[in-house]
């Protein structure tokens, strides 16, 4: 008999699954694989853990623990993939850092690493993003105890036992070597991923004479949603800071290192578009914190959803009227509609009736930030196109919806405990749902950073290998200062996560402002779910 698993609870409607070491969870992988359970939205896999996501209306995490639990993880699977060369150009600010933690020089570190094999082990993070072993037993580093909040795109870096090139700008924790030509993700290939489970992966010093293949060099991107300048669409006056096309996002891609993304506040996109009659989970536009304005070129219907900001219409003929949020009105040609600053809430959404012309991206029209996938940010001179989409009835009687928060107000979000709340000592748990948590200007789509007056503290010190983070997880980095995920988090992170935000107020946590401050609720105490055997 095997050793028995661990099943760990993640919010409302995920577990994450223990095993003894990466090989056994590409094991795993492979079988769920092969014969998925009904109900199974997602599987995330990590270094030593299977992150599943489900669905609740079908499934519960009992009926998966008791189906996981009995899988025959014996037979070890063995993927196989191409052998790449990837150039770097070791300048990275981590570099001497790095060296001094191996004892190493300089020159002696860029030897290892590049006379090192790297096999890639699972794609997460963002898409694009490849979790690489090493050959090499030398190469096991500790993440910075505060992440950077921007790493380019190309950066060669060092996590723990793992390897990685950054896709995209993004946040991460990882150590930084140098930096590459290629480009690691590219919706214009056949396959967007550079690189794939089992591929093979060399170094080598860009100083030395290594160099990037043109075909591997970065495009420029297409153009999502600019239309010719003669076109009747709505022109884009004012835009204060870029605004974003979402939808309900792109479930069912994490194998390709893919989150779901969309809406922050998903209800209000469905109230922006049952108002024009557009079906539910059509794209609309994404406004933080108002600033916005467009003219309409021809006659429309709109409506817009949301945080309440002051929003009016200067008609052609020079008269100002107010709008209504949340009911459906009409543009004449040569009316520009602007937002202004929201009292309360962060977001407002603006839907038109029939839709608006956007190229969708595996399926969606969601703009995801840190993955870089999905339509360009709208931004002041941009032209945007209703679409022809199938309309019904326009919805002029939904119910109002409630107060949202402000700049210095305290709001209770109910979380559930778990994967990690045992990483951490009963004082911390205390902390986190006791102390008030301060949102900070660093927030944003990706997720809320908060400021504590008592950092939260570690009971196990130990690196935790990376691992999948869902929608509202509550991830906590070494300086103990909490980070809640949003919809365009990382698939996977490094740092352990104390806790989920329950789903029923993951459309508030979307809308609370920075200056506001935040309070967790836990709706039960952290409990591991049941554990099972293998056969």
Known sequence: MAEPLRFLPVGSDGLLVELDDLQTTLTLLDALQGDRPDGVVELIPAARTLMVRFNTHVTNSASLVETIAHIDLSAKSSPLGEVFEIPVTYDGEDLNDVAELLGLSVEDLIRHHTEATYIVAFTGFAPGFAYMTSDDPLFDLPRRKSPRVRIPAGSVALGGKFGGIYPSDSPGGWQLLGRTELRM????????????????????????????????????????????????????????????????????????????????DRRSLVEANLCVGNPRGSAAIEIAYGGFAMRAERPMTLAVTGAPSQTTIRTSDGRSLTVRIGQPFALNAG?????????????????????????????????DTLAKVGPAPIVAGDILMPANEAISAVAPDLPCAGKLPKAGDTVTLDITLGPRTDWFTSRSLTTLLTQEWQVTPESSRIGIRLAGQVPLQRADATELPSEGTLLGAIQVPHNGQPVLFLADHPLTGGYPVIGVVASHHHDLA????????????AVAGFEPLSRGMTR
């Open 510 to 521: 979307g809308q609370i402002p920075i200056g506001a401050k935040i309070r967790f609720n």
């Open 185 to 264: 993700w590219d919706t214009n290939r056949s396959r967007a991923a550079f690189l794939a489970p089992g591929d093979r992966v060399h170094f080598c010093d860009s100083a030395k004479g290594a160099s990037v293949p043109v075909s591997a060099m970065p495009a420029v991107s297409k153009a999502c949603i600019h239309a010719p300048k003669n076109s009747e669409g709505l022109l884009v006056t004012r835009a204060d800071r870029p605004a974003f096309f979402q939808d309900l996002g792109r479930s069912g891609h994490a194998g390709q290192g893919v989150s779901q993304s969309g809406a922050l």
């Open 335 to 367: 009316d520009e509609l602007m937002l202004e600053y929201p009292g309360e809430g962060t977001r407002s959404y603006v839907a038109v009736r029939g839709g608006f012309t956007v190229e969708k991206v595996l399926g969606s029209a969601a703009t």
